[in-house]
């Protein structure tokens, strides 16, 4: 069981960047997947996730409106689209697997992706 999260990268404020998460030896579409991400010096905290059973979406408040969370069944990849970033957005961003329906909290969630690195500059 394997959560390889990429996509992050160096972007100027107001730019997007698309994060995957691709899944392996699983089934993602059985699944919530959440999105969470730390800052340095700061707590983990959540950004999205998605139902496995009915997928429905959640955003933290901050992401409202910017921030899009989406399946691809086929290729067992969740997605989250990432728009008007602003420089509070800049941390490691990880996805992470749980049972059908979405969690707040990090202790939650069972498995991990080992992170990447999203960093909005001028």
């Known amino acids: 069981v394997q959560l390889q999260a990429s996509g992050g990268g160096l972007v100027q404020p107001g730019g997007s960047l698309r994060l995957s998460c691709t899944a392996s030896g699983f089934t993602l579409d059985y699944y919530a997947i959440g999105w969470f991400r730390q800052a340095p010096g700061k707590e983990r905290e959540g950004v999205s996730c998605?139902?496995?059973?009915?997928?429905?979406?959640y955003y933290v408040n901050s992401v409202k409106g910017r921030f899009t969370i989406t399946r691809d069944k086929d290729k067992n990849t969740v997605y989250l689209q990432m728009n008007s970033l602003k420089p509070e957005d800049t941390a490691v961003y990880y996805c992470?697997?749980?049972?059908?329906?979405?969690?707040?909290?990090?202790?939650?969630?069972?498995?991990w992706g080992q992170g990447t690195q999203v960093t909005v500059s001028s």
């Open positions: 998605i139902n496995g059973n009915d997928y429905t979406t």
């Open positions: 992470a697997r749980r049972s059908y329906m979405c969690s707040a909290y990090a202790t939650a969630y069972h498995y």
